[in-house]
């Protein structure tokens, strides 16, 4: 797709530092680094030159690179001029750059260019930007590895099966009269039952990748006094919630931010769950349990030296049914070891928030919950946004309403309609179906210069 015009910015931080990029790309971009550096050197090999601002005055000296169009970053000519960090100094080049006839570009633009140009497909660009984000090292590395088209690759080999899908249940419809025998075939029901596996595998996966991208969401929750918040300062290692043997202090919800061996979390301390006459205590709760709606697991903290509460039952019953929870024994360092309770109410991971002790058992156990466990420590997993989550499910809606079509034997149109906007679902991810204001939206939370 061609673009009319060039585009200019400054693609470092924005402050003082060492080196200060300015990127400009578009069809006079060799043209607009010229009229600052003079002379361009040859194609992909770095060239010392004297850069000087609109007025012609010397004002940096530093490399340029030029990639001509179409191997570039963004599929355009592509000019990167390397001058020292100054915060003046690259405004004055990037004036420069528009007094020339580029202008100044859009967040996101040259990575949005590197798209319609076909560089990178939409889960690629969209990488780019998770890689810059990244909040953990397996970030890092499961961002790169959907910006070398790990994810992509998945998306479109599930894009080409359906394809061939559709094609066979469309073939039915030229055959309009025997269409319920044509799609009685076992083959196509085989068929489309493994892409369903397919599907659901990649769901998983992808899943996966949006906690490690948008992290975690996790309650503590339980009686006042249990040590929800000792539990919470144990984990973020800082005192951040208030610590009280008083019930009832902690009154509002407290959120931490923490990477928890590589896995991004917000963990909400909840004030204590339990009938109170106390107004400000009242909507701490009401609170509480709004957080808890939110979260994606729920920490259920009992007392370790106590029989479970028929509170903590009614409590624990409270929860959303299918809402995923751990119980949490805590002040195992003042249980009687003794007389350890092998009955049901010993269930639950031991530990104690005070002094550390049984801390590791209850991160493993949550991130083999967030599908993080050690075997994907190698870096299976690919970033994914909640976009491609929605995308997904979808794109199983229709695959659902497909297969039951299907099965009871509706007509080929309906099968062939519900499988065309699963692919059309399927197509959003990697941007082979899009629209305007969806590329607005992605493009426009990149940073400028990229
Ligand atoms: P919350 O109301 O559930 O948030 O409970 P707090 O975190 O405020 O803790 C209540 C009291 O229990 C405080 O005095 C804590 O120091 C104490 N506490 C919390 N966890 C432990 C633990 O594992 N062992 C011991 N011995 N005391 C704890
Ligand atoms: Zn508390």
């Given at each position: 797709m061609a673009t009319a015009d060039t585009i200019a910015a400054i693609a470092t931080a924005p402050g003082r530092g060492a080196i200060g990029l300015l990127r400009i790309s578009g069809p006079i971009a060799l043209e607009v680094a010229t009229s600052i550096a003079g002379s361009l050197p040859p194609p992909r090999q770095a060239g010392l030159r004297t850069f000087r601002d609109r007025d012609g005055a010397a004002i940096d000296q530093g490399l340029v690179l030029v990639f001509p169009a179409p191997r570039s970053y963004t599929g355009e000519h592509l000019v990167e001029l390397q001058g020292h960090g100054g915060v003046v100094l690259l405004q004055l080049l990037l004036e420069a750059a528009i007094a020339a006839g580029a202008r100044m570009a859009r967040p996101g633009e040259f990575s949005e260019r590197a798209f319609l140009n076909g560089r990178l497909d939409l889960a690629q660009a969209e990488a780019v930007g998770d890689l810059i984000d990244a909040a953990s090292r397996q970030a890092v590395v499961a961002a790169q590895r959907s910006l070398e088209g790990a994810f992509s690759e998945r998306v479109t080999a599930l894009a080409d099966e359906l394809m061939a899908l559709r094609a066979w249940v469309e073939g039915a419809l030229d055959f309009s009269d025997e269409d319920v025998d044509w799609l009685a075939d076992d083959g196509l029901r085989t068929r489309l039952a493994n892409w369903s596996d397919s599907l659901d595998a990649l769901i998983a996966q992808v899943g996966q990748g949006r906690r490690l991208r948008e992290g975690l969401v996790v309650a503590i929750v339980g009686q006042p006094n249990v040590g929800k918040s000792t539990l919470l300062n144990r984990l973020a290692g800082v005192e951040a919630a208030i610590v009280s043997d008083q019930p009832g202090t902690t009154r509002d919800t407290l959120r931490e931010h923490l990477v928890l061996e590589g896995m991004p979390i917000t963990i909400v301390d909840t004030a204590g769950l339990r009938e109170t006459d106390d107004r400000i205590e009242q909507e701490g709760i009401r609170r509480s349990w709004s957080a808890v709606d939110k979260a994606e697991l729920v920490l259920y903290l009992v007392d370790d030296r106590h029989d479970e509460h028929p509170q903590d039952l009614e409590l624990l019953a409270r929860l959303p049914v299918d809402r995923p929870r751990i119980v949490v024994r805590n002040k195992c360092d003042l249980a009687d070891r003794s007389a350890q309770?092998?009955?049901?109410?010993?269930t639950g991971i031991r530990l104690s928030a005070a002094t550390g002790e049984g801390i590791g058992l209850l991160t493993t156990a949550i991130r083999e919950f967030a599908g993080l466990g050690a075997a994907d420590q190698q870096g299976s997993s690919f970033t994914a946004r909640t976009r491609h989550v929605l995308a997904l499910a979808e794109t199983r809606r229709h695959l659902e309403v497909a297969m039951r079509s299907l099965a009871a034997s509706s007509a080929a149109e309906l099968i062939a309609e519900e499988l065309r906007l699963a692919h059309a679902a399927l197509g959003e991810i990697t941007g082979q179906v899009t629209s305007e204001d969806l590329l607005g939206r992605i493009f426009a939370s990149f940073c400028i210069g990229k």
């Amino acid at each position: 797709m061609a673009t009319a015009d060039t585009i200019a910015a400054i693609a470092t931080a924005p402050g003082r530092g060492a080196i200060g990029l300015l990127r400009i790309s578009g069809p006079i971009a060799l043209e607009v680094a010229t009229s600052i550096a003079g002379s361009l050197p040859p194609p992909r090999q770095a060239g010392l030159r004297t850069f000087r601002d609109r007025d012609g005055a010397a004002i940096d000296q530093g490399l340029v690179l030029v990639f001509p169009a179409p191997r570039s970053y963004t599929g355009e000519h592509l000019v990167e001029l390397q001058g020292h960090g100054g915060v003046v100094l690259l405004q004055l080049l990037l004036e420069a750059a528009i007094a020339a006839g580029a202008r100044m570009a859009r967040p996101g633009e040259f990575s949005e260019r590197a798209f319609l140009n076909g560089r990178l497909d939409l889960a690629q660009a969209e990488a780019v930007g998770d890689l810059i984000d990244a909040a953990s090292r397996q970030a890092v590395v499961a961002a790169q590895r959907s910006l070398e088209g790990a994810f992509s690759e998945r998306v479109t080999a599930l894009a080409d099966e359906l394809m061939a899908l559709r094609a066979w249940v469309e073939g039915a419809l030229d055959f309009s009269d025997e269409d319920v025998d044509w799609l009685a075939d076992d083959g196509l029901r085989t068929r489309l039952a493994n892409w369903s596996d397919s599907l659901d595998a990649l769901i998983a996966q992808v899943g996966q990748g949006r906690r490690l991208r948008e992290g975690l969401v996790v309650a503590i929750v339980g009686q006042p006094n249990v040590g929800k918040s000792t539990l919470l300062n144990r984990l973020a290692g800082v005192e951040a919630a208030i610590v009280s043997d008083q019930p009832g202090t902690t009154r509002d919800t407290l959120r931490e931010h923490l990477v928890l061996e590589g896995m991004p979390i917000t963990i909400v301390d909840t004030a204590g769950l339990r009938e109170t006459d106390d107004r400000i205590e009242q909507e701490g709760i009401r609170r509480s349990w709004s957080a808890v709606d939110k979260a994606e697991l729920v920490l259920y903290l009992v007392d370790d030296r106590h029989d479970e509460h028929p509170q903590d039952l009614e409590l624990l019953a409270r929860l959303p049914v299918d809402r995923p929870r751990i119980v949490v024994r805590n002040k195992c360092d003042l249980a009687d070891r003794s007389a350890q309770r092998l009955d049901a109410a010993s269930t639950g991971i031991r530990l104690s928030a005070a002094t550390g002790e049984g801390i590791g058992l209850l991160t493993t156990a949550i991130r083999e919950f967030a599908g993080l466990g050690a075997a994907d420590q190698q870096g299976s997993s690919f970033t994914a946004r909640t976009r491609h989550v929605l995308a997904l499910a979808e794109t199983r809606r229709h695959l659902e309403v497909a297969m039951r079509s299907l099965a009871a034997s509706s007509a080929a149109e309906l099968i062939a309609e519900e499988l065309r906007l699963a692919h059309a679902a399927l197509g959003e991810i990697t941007g082979q179906v899009t629209s305007e204001d969806l590329l607005g939206r992605i493009f426009a939370s990149f940073c400028i210069g990229k």
